[in-house]
């Protein structure tokens, strides 16, 4: 089992729709969650960070369900502009074998048309 | 400006044949990484570095050689290229482990 699982996509939507995405993690001990958006040729910026309390930056929440060991980002009212790759990533326990890695999921393609 | 700043930007190279790829960064932090990026296969961790002077293989490490012997700078080498190393590489920074990564804008690298 993949460390960090993302849908691959792509997902088709039209705009104003609402989007989810998931990403599982297999460590139960995981302790720092991101989502990253990715546009075509580019680096990979910080959308959010994922908190235990979930946390919500305009039309984009996102949130984490440690039981079942998988982070969401939820966007609502998609635009054109939201176009792009959505990457999660997830860093293992410190002082673990892992310590100091940082996964990526393969990343997933959203495509928002009019 | 804060930034993390790759060179080359593009390379095509032979096989065999020594390079390095830069990766600089101005906002003194701690962690440094290198990832490569193929379709299908998402980003993956080919070496980091806690601080100066210490450094750790990721999830791919074949291949590549890395040294941190300043905090600002986290060069990648690959003493031997070969076809399968033709990838777009990312290097990144965070302040510490575990926070937000910036990334460099990336150098796509063709080995043939």
């Known amino acids: 089992r993949k460390e960090v699982e993302q849908d691959p996509g792509p997902f088709n939507v039209p705009e104003g729709a609402t989007v989810a995405f998931n990403c599982t993690y297999s460590?139960?001990?995981?302790?720092?969650f991101f989502w990253y958006r990715q546009d075509c040729r580019k680096e990979p910026k910080l959308l959010m960070s994922?908190?235990?309390s979930g946390n919500e930056d305009g039309r984009f929440t996102a949130q984490l369900n440690r039981a079942s060991q998988y982070i969401s980002l939820l966007i609502r009212d998609s635009k054109l502009s939201d176009s792009a790759t959505y990457l999660c990533?997830?860093?293992?326990?410190?002082?673990?074998?892992?310590?100091?890695?940082?996964?990526f999921g393969q990343g997933t393609i959203l495509t928002v048309h009019p | 400006e804060a930034q993390v700043t790759q060179n080359p930007r593009y390379l095509i190279t032979v096989t065999g044949k020594k390079l390095t790829v830069t990766c600089s960064q101005n906002?003194?932090?701690?962690?440094m990484s290198w990832y490569r990026q193929d379709p299908g296969l998402g980003l993956r961790q080919i070496y980091y570095?806690?601080?100066?002077?210490?450094?750790d293989k990721g999830d791919v490490p074949e291949g590549y050689k890395v040294s941190r012997k300043e905090k600002r700078n986290f060069p990648l080498i690959l003493e031997s290229p070969s076809p399968n190393q033709t990838s777009l590489y990312f290097c990144?920074?965070?302040?510490?482990?575990?926070?937000?990564?910036?990334f460099g804008q990336g150098t796509r690298l063709t080995v043939v």
């Open positions: 990144a920074s965070s302040l510490y482990w575990g926070d937000e990564a910036f």
């Open positions: 460590n139960s001990a995981s302790q720092s």
């Open positions: 994922v908190y235990s």
């Open positions: 990533a997830v860093t293992p326990e410190a002082g673990g074998t892992s310590y100091g890695k940082l996964t």
């Open positions: 906002m003194n932090h701690e962690y």
């Open positions: 570095s806690m601080n100066v002077e210490v450094t």
